[in-house]
């Protein structure tokens, strides 16, 4: 099992930054596919970022692509979210997850960590 917790979520002002990240315990934390997901209230789970095992493939959606980075420090077990640029319309919670491939798709993901709250006011 792994166990996820995110932090770095908080208020900022639009056109400024925050840095997600999100820390692992338990089975072997490179073995995994890492994403993040946001979920905005009264909309679904969405996809924002992944990352493969080793690190050297990304992906992003393309509501966040050039203004979002997603890294992985596999020695430290720990995956982050950097966002430049933020906009109102990226408030929502945001939540990494681990799983085996590496896709946009939530359900194929196996765990969850609990959330982080990122507002951004216009």
């Known amino acids: 099992q792994v166990q996820l917790v995110e932090s770095g979520g908080g208020l900022v002002q639009a056109g400024g930054s925050l840095r997600l990240s999100c820390a692992a315990s338990?089975?072997?934390?490179?073995?995994?596919?890492m994403g993040w997901f946001r979920q905005a209230p009264g909309k679904e789970r969405e996809f924002v970022a992944a990352?493969?095992?080793?690190?050297?493939?990304?992906n992003y959606a393309d509501s966040v692509k050039g203004r979002f980075t997603i890294s992985r420090d596999n020695a430290k077990n720990t995956v982050a979210l950097q966002l430049n640029s933020l906009k109102p319309e990226d408030t929502a919670v945001y939540y990494c997850?681990?799983?085996?491939?590496?896709?946009?798709?939530?359900?194929?993901?196996?765990?969850w960590g609990q959330g982080t709250q990122v507002t951004v006011s216009s």
């Open positions: 990352i493969s095992r080793s690190g050297i493939s990304t």
């Open positions: 338990g089975r072997t934390f490179s073995r995994y596919v």
């Open positions: 997850a681990s799983g085996d491939i590496m896709v946009d798709v939530a359900t194929r993901y196996t765990y």
